[in-house]
């Protein structure tokens, strides 16, 4: 039977330099910087990082990682092979990655379900960061897309949020926000919504299109989750003063019992992303109850 698994693009650069440092200073600053068996602990999840292996030139393979304690054991740490050790069962999470030293680009299997795009880049970039021989930044990367583009490419949405700020200097249009905001004599205001079973956020509504119109003149930001029409997977758009985004991910379709995606399947699916125009995906300004530095429990 044939699985999909879903494969995340992100940025990987250097402080300080992003994309200016030479392939040479990019390879031996990598290879400085990737220890096999590095661990950081987040969530009481303990991650690690296997041994690297070069795929092609300046192209690297590795994987990234937890445990689950207390669970049977079919998934484990071999400090002999610095990997990860699978059994018949998962009791825990593995994530295969390929570095392009040349595009400075890292594509990842993004596990449904156990871990999110965030949780991934943020923890492979705290490996990196263990050695402190250099320091590395990983950016999830996005596509630029408008609202009903991405809204025709969904069955419904189950989640928005907005984050509106005072405009000035006027709310021409926008009167149920300024109602809104004056009643609260707010500076700053968070509307997160979820959609009644089986049913879509109201789109048409007054409230809806206003918040949408404020952040276009550069007063907020939105976040949406809808379901992908067809395949049924989550999808995500994020609208800023700047344009509309969806995450940089494709699928690969797989026959028999692989579990995990190939370094191989990886790189085909990274070189047809070189063909496209993928750029960093915009930050977002977090709420008070959203600024973990893992995304576990955000929205």
Not at 182 to 210: M, N, P, Y
Not at 259 to 269: H, K, P, Y
């Amino acid at each position: 039977m044939a699985k999909r698994f879903r494969i995340v693009h992100a940025k990987i650069t250097l402080e300080g330099f992003g994309d200016r440092s030479s392939s040479e200073y990019f390879r031996s600053s990598l290879e400085q910087s990737w220890t096999p068996g590095a661990q950081v602990t987040r969530y009481e999840r303990s991650w690690r990082l296997s041994k690297s292996a070069e795929h092609d030139e300046g192209v690297w393979h590795g994987r990234i990682g937890f445990v689950k304690e207390g669970e049977l054991s079919t998934l484990d740490w071999d400090d002999s092979k610095e990997d990860f050790i699978r059994g018949e069962a998962s009791s825990g999470v593995v994530v295969p990655f390929l570095i392009d030293g040349g595009s400075r680009i890292v594509s990842f299997q993004l596990v449904s379900g156990q871990v999110r795009t965030k949780t991934v880049t943020s923890n492979l970039q705290a490996l990196f960061n263990t050695s402190k021989a250099h320091y590395w930044k990983i950016e999830p990367l996005s596509f630029k897309t408008g609202f009903e583009d991405w809204k025709s490419t969904v069955s419904c949405i189950s989640k928005c949020k907005f984050r509106l700020s005072y405009p000035n200097p006027n709310w021409t249009g926008r009167e149920n926000i300024k109602e809104l905001m004056d009643g609260l004599r707010a500076e700053v205001i968070t509307l997160r919504a979820r959609a009644d079973k089986e049913s879509s956020i109201e789109t048409d509504s007054d409230l809806f299109q206003q918040a949408m119109d404020h952040i276009r003149l550069g007063y907020g930001s939105a976040e949406m989750v809808g379901t992908e029409r067809g395949s049924g997977d989550e999808s995500k758009f994020v609208l800023t003063e700047d344009g509309g985004y969806v995450p940089a991910v494709d699928k690969i379709d797989v026959e028999g019992e692989e579990t995990e995606a190939t370094a191989q399947e990886l790189r085909e699916v990274q070189s047809k992303l070189l063909e496209r125009e993928a750029i960093p995906s915009p930050e977002i300004v977090p709420d008070v109850e959203d600024g973990e530095e893992d995304d576990e429990q955000s929205f």
